[in-house]
C-alpha cells in the first residue's frame, strides 16, 4: 500500500512564504504524475499545481508567479515552494500521485495525502 505524507503547513501572514512537502512511501515501481490540489472552507477542491516524472509544470493561473512545484524523483518527494501568500490561498492543500505498483500486479493508482492546513492572515 502507498501512502502520502505532508508537511509544512501552518499559520503565516501576508506577503510570506512556506514550503510543502510530501513524500511517498511504500512498495513503488515509479511514481509518474505529481500534484498538489487545496480546498478552502466551502469550496470545491482544485488544482493547484502539478509536475510530471520528467519536470514539466503546470499552475493554475491564481499562483503562477508565486509558487513553484518541484520534485525529487529518488526520495519520492513533491514540493510546492509558496511566495508572496495572499488571505486567499488559505485552504487544505493535499499532494496526490499517479504511482505504478507491481504488488499483487502492475498497474497504476491514484493516491491522496491526509491534507495539511495553510493559513494566511492579512
Known amino acids: 500500500q502507498v501512502q502520502l505524507v505532508e508537511s509544512g503547513g501552518g499559520l503565516v501572514q501576508a506577503g510570506g512564504s512556506l514550503r510543502l512537502s510530501c513524500t511517498a512511501s511504500?512498495?513503488?515501481?515509479?511514481?509518474?504524475?505529481m500534484a498538489w490540489y487545496r480546498q478552502a472552507p466551502g469550496k470545491q477542491r482544485e488544482l493547484v499545481a502539478s509536475?510530471?516524472?520528467?519536470?514539466?509544470?503546470n499552475y493554475t493561473d491564481s499562483v503562477k508567479g508565486r509558487f513553484t512545484i518541484s520534485r525529487d524523483n529518488a526520495k519520492n518527494t513533491v514540493y510546492l515552494q509558496m511566495n508572496s501568500l495572499k488571505p486567499e490561498d488559505t485552504a487544505v492543500y493535499y499532494c496526490?500521485?499517479?504511482?505504478?505498483?507491481?504488488?499483487?500486479?502492475?498497474?497504476?493508482?491514484?493516491?491522496w495525502g491526509q491534507g495539511t492546513l495553510v493559513t494566511v492572515s492579512s
Open positions: 496526490n500521485s499517479q504511482t505504478v505498483v507491481v504488488v499483487p500486479r502492475y498497474r497504476t493508482v491514484e493516491v
Open positions: 509536475i510530471n516524472r520528467n519536470g514539466s509544470t
Open positions: 511504500g512498495i513503488i515501481y515509479s511514481i509518474n504524475g
